[in-house]
């Protein structure tokens, strides 16, 4: 099973940076790039565990805040020469709303 959930506004959500989404299970950091785009990936970084939604915006990647991993927003891996990969969600922005497909898997 899975759902579309609403999240909130594109404007909630500051250019390069993130609002969280806690789902119970999983908390999941939404992000918006300098173009609009949004993505979502669980707020654990890979490395230790650091806040994501923390970290710093550029293109299409986030910064990790702790030790500076680079992760890319669209399929949550790590940038070489590191290593690690944290799960995604499929976003879509309707009317103005960022909406979140969330699987049973998390
Ligand atoms: S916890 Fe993210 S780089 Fe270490």
């Given at each position: ?19 969280v989404l806690k789902t119970g299970t999983i908390d999941i950091a ?11 990936l669980e707020n654990k ?41 944290v799960r995604?969600f ?12 969330v699987?049973?898997k998390g």
């Amino acid at each position: 099973m899975s759902d579309w959930i609403d999240v909130c506004d594109l404007e909630d959500v500051p250019l390069l940076g993130s609002r969280v989404l806690k789902t119970g299970t999983i908390d999941i950091a939404v992000f918006r790039t300098s173009t609009n785009e949004v993505y979502a990936l669980e707020n654990k970084c890979p490395h230790k565990g650091g806040p994501l939604s923390e970290g710093l915006v550029h293109g299409k990647q986030v910064t990790c805040p702790l030790h500076s991993r680079v992760l890319n927003l669209d399929n949550g891996t790590v940038v070489a020469p590191d290593v690690g990969c944290v799960r995604t969600f499929a976003t879509r922005v309707n009317e103005g709303r960022i909406k979140l497909k969330v699987t049973d898997k998390g």
